[in-house]
């Protein structure tokens, strides 16, 4: 995009994320953060012409294909390990556990997750941690 509308990176929080499979470490989906749901219907619109003019993005081999999506999908897919737990206007809430095999709600983070966050701490120039706003989100 030549005039990108996404949050500021260190102002406002880190604008892109990338899910990864857990198993494989595969790239999957990837949330931008844009300022407002303007912005994001802008670059909807921009990638639509890119398609119909004939030049369909990529990034690598893969086609990219955009849909406007909300921050509690974000929050899903970011804690997709967390059982029992509802998103709403970015909060969670705890739901009842009706399936008998399931342990229900422990934590938003497995063991293996708060490993890598120290790891992080321990090396901070590795990654950037700082707060975050949300306006719009583009999955992608």
């Known amino acids: 995009m030549r ?7 260190q102002a406002q929080g880190c604008p892109i994320h990338v899910i990864m499979e857990r198993s494989t470490s595969k790239t999957m989906d990837c ?3 844009f300022r407002s749901i303007d912005a994001a219907k802008r670059a909807i619109n921009r990638h639509e012409h890119q398609i119909l003019s004939g030049r369909h993005p ?6 990219v294909y955009l849909e406007i999506s909300e921050q509690n999908e974000l929050l899903r897919d970011l804690f997709s390990k ?3 737990v509802a998103w709403q206007n970015g909060v969670p809430s705890l739901v009842h556990n009706r399936d008998p095999f399931s342990s ?4 938003l983070f497995t ?3 708060m490993v890598g966050l120290v790891r ?3 090396n901070p120039q590795r990654v950037s941690f700082s707060l ?4 719009a989100y583009l999955k992608f």
Not at 58 to 63: A, D, E, K, L
Not at 104 to 107: E, Q, R, W
């Open 82 to 84: 967390a059982k029992c």
């Open 31 to 33: 949330y931008v953060e």
């Open 132 to 135: 975050r706003s949300h306006s």
């Open 3 to 9: 005039d990108p509308e996404i949050i500021r990176n």
């Open 104 to 107: 229900g709600f422990k934590a």
């Open 111 to 113: 063991d293996e997750e």
């Open 120 to 122: 992080h701490a321990e």
């Open 58 to 63: 990529r990034i690598g081999n893969r086609q």
